[in-house]
């Protein structure tokens, strides 16, 4: 699975905006753009690649982490997000 490319998360001051090809503009949080920002590094990316990506910054449970990313990928996938 891969990003829109259309798509962005800008940080700035602290916040963290997820922008559209639109140009509308939505204010995320810290989790949703660490791995938004981790699936685009990535290219591809499965549910494990991210719950990596979190473990790597934060201390987690694998199986929390692996919550966390299949959590945010779902609603990417709901929102249209991914390609």
Do not use: P
């Amino acid at each position: 699975m891969r990003l829109r490319n259309d798509c962005s998360v800008l940080s700035l001051r602290g916040k963290h905006l997820l922008t559209l090809a639109d140009g509308r503009s939505f204010e995320v949080n810290e989790s949703f753009a660490f791995l938004w920002k981790a699936a685009a590094a990535a290219g591809e990316f499965t549910a494990e690649t991210l719950a990596e990506a979190l473990l790597s910054e934060y201390e987690l449970s694998s199986q929390d982490a692996l919550n966390e990313a299949s959590e945010t990928i779902a609603l990417w996938k709901q929102y249209s997000l991914t390609e």
